[in-house]
């Protein structure tokens, strides 16, 4: 089953931002196939990043993850509610990695919503933020600290691939976009850092900074 690489998780963090718009986030999860289109994201440098949880290379039980071998999922919990995936980048114990802030589903859509909404029926308002914010996409993917470490280039419980092609699913008609950029979301607290360009979405030609 084709998947992202090691090295392609090993290169700079700011371009594997970039490059993961597009790609297909893929869960398997109690025989059922989830998987959605990656559509914004947000690179944390541990190296010079007041925002990133390992800033100055600070190293906690919580943080070690950031510190493994590019390619793993690291997966934290904030306000004691949502969880966040982001994955880890750069060399081993060079702490950086790539928030996973908005998916577009394209397969397992009722499983997913049933993670994210229960029983409720799914309306238009539901479905158009489906999974749109880092902690819409670990409930519906039913992801949690117990996922914390995966190694997203081996196994098939979560990984990413180049398209549904590589999954067995039927090709996306997707329509022109563009990469926009932009500051991160929620790190206010980071002084000369929140200003940081960081924050990458896909756009629709002509939709008026709406990302997708």
Not at 60 to 77: D, K, N, Q, V
Not at 87 to 98: G, H, L, S, Y
Not at 166 to 190: K, W
Request: net charge neutral.
């Amino acid at each position: 089953m084709a998947r992202l690489s090691r090295e392609f998780y090993s290169q700079d963090t700011i371009s594997a931002a970039r490059q993961l718009l597009g790609k297909l986030l893929v869960r398997r999860m109690e025989g059922a196939l989830l998987a959605g289109r990656i559509t914004e994201t947000e690179a944390y440098i541990g190296r010079c990043d007041k925002a990133c949880h390992a800033y100055n290379y600070r190293r906690t039980p919580r943080t070690e993850t950031l510190f493994m071998a590019p390619g793993h999922a690291y997966i934290y919990l904030i306000y004691g509610m949502y969880h966040c995936l982001n994955f880890v980048t750069e060399a081993e114990n060079e702490p950086a990695a790539v928030l996973i802030r908005a998916v577009q589903p394209v397969a397992g859509e009722t499983v997913i919503s049933r993670l994210r909404f229960g029983d409720k029926p799914l309306t238009a308002y539901r479905k158009k933020h489906f999974m749109d914010g880092p902690g819409k996409v670990c409930q519906g993917l039913g992801l949690t600290r117990a996922e914390n470490g995966l190694d997203l280039t081996a196994g098939d419980v979560l990984f990413v691939c180049e398209g549904p092609e590589d999954v067995g699913l039927p090709p996306l008609e997707c329509p022109r976009e563009e990469v926009r950029s932009g500051p991160r979301i929620g790190v206010d607290y980071a002084e000369e850092a929140k200003d940081f360009p960081w924050r990458f979405w896909l756009e629709r030609e002509g939709s008026e900074g709406v990302s997708i």
